[in-house]
Structure formats: C-alpha cells, structure tokens
C-alpha cells in the first residue's frame, strides 16, 4: 500500500504541472480536471509520507472544496435527486452524527462529578467565546447577512469529535475533552437557537422552537441511537428484553404516525410533537438493529467513522457547489475569518482556562474544545434550512482549516508536554 501510495503522490505532481500549464494557458478545460486529479491524488499520496498521514482527511476536506469549485453544476443534482434536498441532508447529517455516536459511551459521562468545574469552565468559553466572535467578524467584513449569519452559527454549535482527536494527539486532558464535547452535544439543542437568534436574529428570520426540533433531530436522535447501543454491548438479558419491547413498541407507533396520523393532524404543535416522538421511536429501532447486525459484524464500530468523513465530504462538495458564486466574491475573506476565529478560540480558550484556575493540561484541552466547531452540525442546520449555499458557507470554509491548525497545534504541544497532567481540575 505504501508503495501504490507513493506512486499516487508522483502523480499528484505530474497533475500540478498539468493545472499550472492549464492555469498559464487561461484553458478551463485543462486547468479544471488537472486540479481535481492533483488534490484527490495528493489526499491519498499523503499516506506515503509518515509526519503527514494525518492531514489526509483534511486534504479529501480540500478536495471536496476543489471539486465543488471547478465543477459546480455535477454536486447540484444527480440525475432527478436534488443533491441539497432537506431529507436527504437530514438522512446524511444523521448518518454522520450516528458514526461519531459510535465512538462514544455511557462511561464517557461517569467523570461528570470528577471534572465538573473544566466542564463549567469548558462549556462557558465555548458558548460564548465563539458566537461573539462571530459576529465580531461579521461586523468586521460587512459579509452578506446569511453568510453573516453562517459565521455565527458555527460559533454557536457544539465541538465535534475532532476536538477529541486532536486533545489525544497532544496528550492533554482527554478525559476531561470528551465529557465536554458530550455535554456540549447535549446543550447545543437549546444554546444553538438561543445564540442565533439573540446574535443573528437580525440577519435572518430564526425560529428558536424549529430550529431546536431540528437540531434534536439531527443531534440527539442519532447520538441517542449510538448510546443505545453501547447500552446494550453490557447489558443483562433482562434489559435486552426491555429494550427488544420498546423496539417493538416504537415500531408500532412509527406505523400508527404513517399510516394514521400524517396528514391527519392539522395543529402545528401537535404535528412538531408527533414528528418528533417518531424520531425519538426511529433512534430506538435504529440502535437495536444497528446492534444486532454490530453482533455478527463487530468491525462495524471501526466503519461508521468512516461513513461520517464520507457524509462530511459530501456536505462540502455540495455546499461549495451550491455557494461558488458567493465563494468566488468572499472566498478570501471568508478564509481570513476563519483563521481569526480559529485562533481566538485556541487563544482565549486557553488563557481563560488558567484565569479559572485550571492546569496546563486541561487549558490545552479547553482551548481545542472552544476552537474547534462542529462543521456537520452548522452544515446540517443551514441545509434544514435550505440556505446551504450561504449559511452553510461558512461551514464548508472553516472546517478544513479546523483540521489543519489542530493538527499542527496538537503536534506543537505533543512536543512540549507539561508536567500535571494528572493534577485534578
């Protein structure tokens, strides 16, 4: 593999020369392949150099921008599919949000007592440090108000599990990151709208009780559905036979909402309510039957990780086609935005950290929890939304280099490490 790996990476060079001679040419037909060959071949060419394997889903993150900008009317539609249609972004978003569930657990959430004040610490700096500075920037730039409005809903979603990763690869607190990331998770149903539209209620019309249903929807319906499933890897038969009734059970209410109640019910709240049990029924058949086919195939925890990458593409790619004209005019700007608030986040989460009191260790990790976002989140909120080609610009924008300057400032402290990694918080 290596091998094949190094030989895609000399291709990857041939295609630069072949972008360079289409770019000095002015000839879109053979700029425009060439880019595309150079970064797909370069994303898997990484795999050959050691120090950068790590960034190789970062440059499949670039190649999805790269194909979405040179290719744009291909991410649009896929024959009579709507590539950016609402239930199709919420099966994808959802699938993404499952595959990160998987690598979570109930036991995450046994150190709440031990870390409580890092969580508090955690949750307050990334609640408000980055929606503010989202619309600090706003302000800044002067963006269009729904690219505005994109900026400052990535501030206000949860962190994702990259954060994870990147504590993990600077050997910072990682106990203390993942209780975070999952309580985060938690509260971003309500913090999310809260912050949207206290901050950008005057960019774009946000209803606070949709976008919440939506957000549960698209965040602790499948993480529910993943927990559930951890749940059942230890328990007792006597809780597996609770859990296969309320399956059976769920399964018959989803029947009675399709068969029955659709289009029956007139009365909003009622509609919203009835929608959402049937999610709520839906997580609890998909963690049962995602963990009877986990018991004849346990490699399937190791999968959906990588079906969440995929999903994250595939939000890329058609957000960057369904946006390239807003890219060609702000793309520059909207770069310098993220690396501004990327940085305030690492910045201030870290320097706030050891004003609360807190060691090094767990400063380093608040300062990831708080800088990075959670860009499937922002990208399935604006595509619920059906404004993917601009609020979900932002998104697309600053994920990728999300993942470049965590990775480089996980490194940077994986060199430097710190002497209390173990003092309590």
Known sequence: MNKL?????????VAAIGLLAG?????????????????????IGLGAIESLKGYRYTAWIISAVVAGMMFPEAFKNLGSVNLRDKTLILVIIQLVMFGMGTHMSLKDFSGLASTGKGVLVGLFCHFSIMPLMGLLLTRVFHFEPEIAAGIILIGSCSSGLASNVMVYLAKANLVLSVIVTAMATMVAPFLTPLLMKTLAGTL??????????EIVKIVLVPIGAALLHDFLKSATGVQKRKVNVLCLLSIVWIACIVFFLA???????WQQSITLSGFFAGAVVAGVLYHALYTKLPKMDSIMPLISMFGIIYFTTVTTAAGRDNLMKVGLLLFIASAIHNAAGYFFGYWLSRLFGMDKNSSRTIAFEVGLQNGGMASGIAGSMGKLGTVGLAAAVFSPWMNISGSILANYWKRKPVNDKNKPI
């Open 5 to 13: 790996n190094k030989i895609v990476l000399v291709a990857s060079g």
């Open 23 to 43: 770019v000095l040419m002015q000839n879109p037909a053979l700029y425009k392949p060439f880019a595309l060959i150079t970064a797909c071949c370069l994303a």
């Open 263 to 269: 289009g029956r019910v007139t009365d909003p709240a």
């Open 204 to 213: 774009i019309e946000v209803k606070f009780v949709d976008m919440m249903i």
